[in-house]
């Protein structure tokens, strides 16, 4: 069975203090592993899908990186609007499956 | 706007209502989605359809009813609900059930309460 754990649970960060949030998953086999922003009141907004270890892709001050047990979301000077809870979900290779399993999530505040 | 459109934004509706959730999708998708979401709960699917079909039904209870008239149009239809079932119900669509380049675009929810 695919899970996907995300740490830690909640971040409280200052504004342009640097941290990261963790994605660790267990797949037989990872055809994607995703990034979403959810902010609150909405629904998630997608924003990486990361194919291999090694791969890394970034967007303004987010960048993800993955490995082959885990990925980390690094948020660098963030700002409040920021604030988000963030999300995490693989996708298994093959098997006739396609559906995503998602984390828990991460809630993110940055205080201004 | 995401692309996704979800009405009504808010429900209450009493354990003996029927009601029904709507999803419209403008972007050309073939995929559409239902999912639960629950406080401190990951995201949980629902139903899945491809190209009007249903693909996936993962193990809902049969109050509730999903409807795919046409591949721009999702519809919910709720009777009969528990507590237990008020939740954030999200409507997604992907290009394709096989393609992740981009992920899923949700609509923004119906914040759901059984009363």
């Known amino acids: 069975e695919d899970q996907v754990t995300q740490s830690p649970e909640a971040l409280r960060l200052q504004e342009g203090e640097s941290s990261s949030l963790n994605c660790s998953y267990t797949?037989?086999?990872?055809?994607?592993l995703f990034w979403y922003r959810q902010d609150p009141g909405k629904g998630p907004e997608f924003l990486f899908t990361?194919?291999?270890a090694g791969e890394e892709k970034e967007k303004e001050r987010l960048k993800a990186t993955l490995t082959k047990k885990e990925s980390f979301l690094h948020i660098t000077a963030p700002k409040p609007e920021d604030s988000a809870t963030y999300l995490c979900?693989?996708?298994?290779?093959?098997?006739?499956?396609?559906?995503?399993?998602f984390g828990r999530g991460t809630s993110l505040i940055v205080h201004p | 706007e995401t692309g996704v459109t979800q009405t009504p934004r808010h429900l209450v509706m009493g354990m003996t209502n029927k009601k029904s959730l709507k999803c419209e999708q403008h972007l050309g998708h073939n995929a559409m989605y239902w999912y639960k979401q629950s406080a401190k709960k990951p995201l949980e699917l629902m139903f899945v359809y491809s190209l009007e079909e249903r693909v996936e039904n993962n193990s809902v209870p049969s109050r509730f009813s999903p409807e795919c008239p046409n591949s721009s149009h999702l519809f919910l239809h709720l009777h009969t609900l528990q507590p237990e079932d008020s939740a954030l119900y999200l409507c997604?669509?992907?290009?394709?059930?096989?393609?992740?380049?981009?992920?899923?675009?949700f609509g923004s929810g119906t914040r759901l309460t059984v009363v």
């Open positions: 979900a693989v996708r298994r290779e093959g098997g006739g499956s396609y559906i995503p399993t």
């Open positions: 997604a669509s992907s290009q394709d059930v096989l393609v992740i380049n981009y992920g899923y675009t």
């Open positions: 990361l194919y291999s």
């Open positions: 797949v037989s086999g990872l055809r994607g």
